[in-house]
């Protein structure tokens, strides 16, 4: 248990389709990210929040949108999506935004397949 | 571009001690080089960080050469449960975070 939570944690569907992820951290920490894991490369950021703002966003295509109500939660809005959007879509969590020392904490992550 | 270079995989045997080796030549002067192990079904979890010489705590030691531009994390007596994948990560100065693509670990009997 590393007090980030990913919900749901599988989600099929359809190109036409509009769905949400939801991350919650119960860590107190300042930072947000959402990094998208597909086999054998590497994690790509895709947003970074600090303090609800959004700080970075990584050439992510329109048809992802994140929101961050508050420092605890955060989602990822998903319509249109493409069959290679299929992926892990992991959320994370640090006391500070990208800080060479600070830990990321990282949810389970959402299966994402897109049919 | 700052890239991170690890092997995609290895085998070892338990009780042996494994070295993962990840090249990272451009690093830059404030970046802090940072290993997560990762199972099936889980987010990466932290192992250990530095930023020189040798770092060592309850689970594993971080070697990094005067130059920087590679690490070695180091498991000693592993056992199958560190059947993982291990990612290093360069970076955290510029606000970039470099990810390694993993080198996948398979601990035998």
């Known amino acids: 248990e590393t007090g980030v939570t990913q919900t749901p944690r599988h989600l099929v569907m359809g190109m036409t389709n509009k769905k949400s992820l939801k991350c919650e951290q119960h860590?107190?920490?300042?930072?947000m990210y959402w990094y998208k894991q597909s086999a054998k490369k590497p994690l790509e950021l895709m947003f970074v929040?600090?303090?609800?703002?959004?700080?970075e966003n990584n050439s992510v295509p329109s048809r992802f949108s994140p929101e961050c109500p508050n420092s605890s939660h955060l989602f990822l809005h998903l319509h249109t999506l493409q069959p290679e959007d299929s992926a892990l879509y992991l959320c994370?969590?640090?006391?500070?935004?990208?800080?060479?020392?600070?830990?990321?904490?990282f949810g389970p992550g959402t299966r994402l397949t897109v049919l | 571009l700052a890239k991170t270079t690890q092997p995609i995989s290895m085998d070892s045997y338990e009780g042996q001690e494994v070295n993962i080796t990840c090249s990272h030549n451009?690093?830059?002067?404030?970046?802090?080089i940072t290993w997560y192990q990762q199972f099936p079904s889980q987010g990466p979890r932290f192992i250990i960080q530095?930023?020189?010489?040798?770092v060592t705590n309850e689970v594993a030691s971080l070697f990094i050469p005067a130059d920087r531009k590679s690490s070695t994390l180091s498991l000693p007596r592993v056992s199958l449960s560190d059947t993982a994948v291990y990612y290093c990560?360069?970076?955290?100065?510029?606000?970039?975070?470099?990810w390694g693509a993993g080198t996948k670990l398979i601990i035998k009997p």
């Open positions: 994370a969590s640090s006391l500070k935004e990208r800080v060479s020392t600070d830990t990321q904490y």
């Open positions: 860590l107190g920490h300042n930072a």
């Open positions: 929040y600090n303090f609800k703002e959004q700080t």
């Open positions: 451009n690093i830059a002067t404030n970046d802090y």
């Open positions: 530095g930023y020189k010489t040798k």
């Open positions: 990560l360069v970076g955290g100065s510029n606000y970039q975070l470099i």
